[in-house]
């Protein structure tokens, strides 16, 4: 599967955005879709990701209640809604796609990849 991850741009504090991952491939609703951000200097990190049926989410706890992930299988896209953002959001957004839910956080369990696309929140 190939994703392509649009959306990002520069907010103010406070302010909202929402990203988009647009899958390629008929079997994007087997897929467990996730996002993850890297800030400079930092480690790709676990901010979401949601179960193939939607079902189920998963956050990190630095967005929890802020941010808000979900699907649309029948457009073989996965959202993350950003609200509330914070100067510590800032960072490289990446969409990713693994089968199941073990270990939901862990980035190496991901097997594809989109190219990222950058948030940036000012003060």
């Known amino acids: 599967v190939q994703l392509q991850a649009s959306g990002g741009g520069l907010v103010q504090a406070g302010g909202s955005l929402r990203l988009s991952c647009a899958a390629s491939?008929?079997?994007?609703?087997?897929?467990?879709m996730g996002w993850f951000r890297q800030a400079p200097g930092k480690e790709r990190e676990f901010v979401a990701a949601v179960s193939w049926s939607g079902g189920s989410t998963y956050y990190a706890d630095s967005v929890k209640s802020r941010f808000t992930i979900s699907r649309d299988n029948a457009e073989n896209t996965v959202y993350l809604q950003m609200n509330s953002l914070k100067p510590e959001d800032t960072a490289v957004y990446y969409c990713a796609a693994r089968h199941g839910l073990v270990e939901i956080s862990t980035r190496a369990l991901y097997d594809y990849w989109g190219q990222g696309t950058q948030v940036t929140v000012s003060s």
């Open positions: 491939g008929r079997t994007f609703s087997s897929y467990t």
